[in-house]
């Protein structure tokens, strides 16, 4: 972001970036510049203006969390916005291969950990259920390796809409669902391959024990906080009313230090940072669930190494869509920053990647899989659906190189036990781990 920079103590008004149509989130900047006429005042606008004239301007973090997940008027809240009817889409609906390799992985990590007898799959922002599915329906092909194995599903989410759907996709209303709107375990229900399910709409409220954890497309729609370097010092980006157009909201920067300057490097060289306090907390609360009874937490999103500086923007109908223009009807982001994630989770657990979705899905034999899936469908459409799908998450210009793969493992399962204890060095190395290395035929 550009900001125009004004003397002062006041605050100073702050410009964005142009359009530019694309499929998928993750690509393009936002403009800044939308004709009035395209500014409806939608609900949440009114509830935005209302706070701002009340109590002063916002922070972007604000301003995200009360857009997307506001329980009455929140973008995700009612409404499904994923495929080709939606705003974006994303990996597991292009291609049923996606979750079907994660749910290989999944299975790969269970195997080299010794084989838990019981193990809960914990997603956090499961969209429509369909990943969950696709893995389960691998766990179930694999019924022979997982038997005797007691498996729960854990879904993590704020949306009452798509809580709805996930449990639709995962039971096909087999079973009668519970529902206890007031409790932390706001909803039980049994897939259709007999497995328990239950939605939370909090990390902290699902129960500990071995556990593997998925978040995909989920870290970067969590709240950031937007900092301008200034010859004052960091200054951080708030939202507050256009003085011009009374319904239309513009970016200012702050007159002095805010307190989320302390997620600021001290040795940070950019002159924009994105930092993201709620990312932080789940990374610990994760790295500290898996360093205690074992797992693994396997994320996959579009960001960078903390090398990127304004990567906030909206999406409506597949195109992008400024940030500011009718919050509360596109979806908002902003790239993930994996050495932030790196650094929380340090010290506790081990850390992989990230790693570019194109090799992640390559280790883990996107090929072989593909083949087989070819070689068993004689219909043209449906081949043509496969190669069409397998494109989008592999290209390097579309999905293959901006979305990244990245894991959290008990330390012993990189450096082994005699890591720990610093002992024998017979002991035998640890197995690599899928995806993150290349695959080895044997
Ligand atoms: N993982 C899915 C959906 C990604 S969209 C996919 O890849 O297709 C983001 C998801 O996170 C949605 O399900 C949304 O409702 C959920 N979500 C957003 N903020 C959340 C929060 N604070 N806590 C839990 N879920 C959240």
């Not at 450096?415 to 060095?425: E, L, P, V």
Request: proline letters at 6%; a neutral charge.
């Amino acid at each position: 972001m550009s900001v125009l920079a004004q003397a002062g103590g006041r605050w100073r008004s702050a410009a964005a970036r142009a359009v530019i149509p694309c499929l998928w989130r993750g690509k393009y900047f936002c403009s800044g510049k939308e004709p009035v006429e395209n500014n409806p005042v939608t609900p949440m606008l009114r509830h935005l203006l209302y706070k701002i004239k009340s109590t002063g301007p916002i922070t972007v973090a604000e301003y995200m969390k009360e857009v997307l997940t506001n329980p009455a008027k929140g973008y995700y809240v009612y409404r499904d916005m994923l495929g080709e009817q939606g705003d974006f889409i994303t990996s597991p609906e292009i291609s049923q291969i996606f979750g079907e390799l994660l749910g290989v992985w999944f299975i790969s990590e269970w195997m080299a950990s010794g084989k838990s007898a019981a193990f809960q799959l914990v997603e956090l922002g499961p969209g429509r259920g369909t990943l969950t599915g696709d893995i389960l329906r691998v766990f179930s092909q694999l019924g022979s390796v997982l038997k005797n194995c007691d498996m729960s599903i854990h879904l993590v989410e704020v949306s009452q809409k798509l809580s709805e759907i996930q449990a639709l996709t995962l039971t096909e209303e087999k079973f009668p669902l519970e529902r206890s709107a007031g409790s932390p375990v706001y909803m039980k229900g049994i897939t259709k391959s007999g497995i328990p399910v239950s939605w939370y709409r909090d990390l902290q409220d699902v129960p500990k024990g071995y556990s593997f954890y998925l978040a995909h497309e989920f870290f970067d729609v969590l709240p950031v906080h937007k900092f301008q370097k200034t010859p004052q010092g960091w200054r951080e980006v708030f939202i507050d009313i256009d003085p011009q157009v009374s319904d239309k909201l513009r970016f200012v920067l702050a007159p002095c230090a805010t307190p989320a300057e302390v997620f600021i490097q001290h040795d940070e060289t950019r002159d924009h940072v994105e930092v993201c306090p709620e990312a932080g907390v789940i990374i610990q609360e994760l790295a500290q669930r898996i360093a205690l009874t074992g797992g693994a937490a396997l994320i996959a999103d579009y960001g960078h190494d903390g090398t990127k500086t304004d990567t906030f923007r909206g999406f409506c109908g597949h195109k992008l869509h400024d940030v500011l223009i009718a919050p509360g009807t596109a979806d908002l982001t902003a790239d993930v920053d994996f050495s932030y994630l790196r650094r929380m989770a340090q010290g506790r657990v081990a850390s992989l990647g990230p790693i570019k979705q194109q090799t992640f899905l390559k280790n883990m034999g996107i090929d072989v899989r593909l083949k087989v899936l070819l070689d068993k469908s004689a219909e043209p459409s449906l081949r043509q659906q496969l190669l069409q799908g397998y494109d989008m998450l592999m290209n390097p210009k579309k999905m293959g190189e901006r979305f990244n793969f990245f894991a959290l493992l008990p330390q012993e399962r990189l450096h082994g036990r005699s890591h720990q204890m610093n002992a024998r060095q017979s002991e035998p190395s640890p197995s690599p781990v899928a995806g993150f290395s290349e695959l080895a035929w044997q």
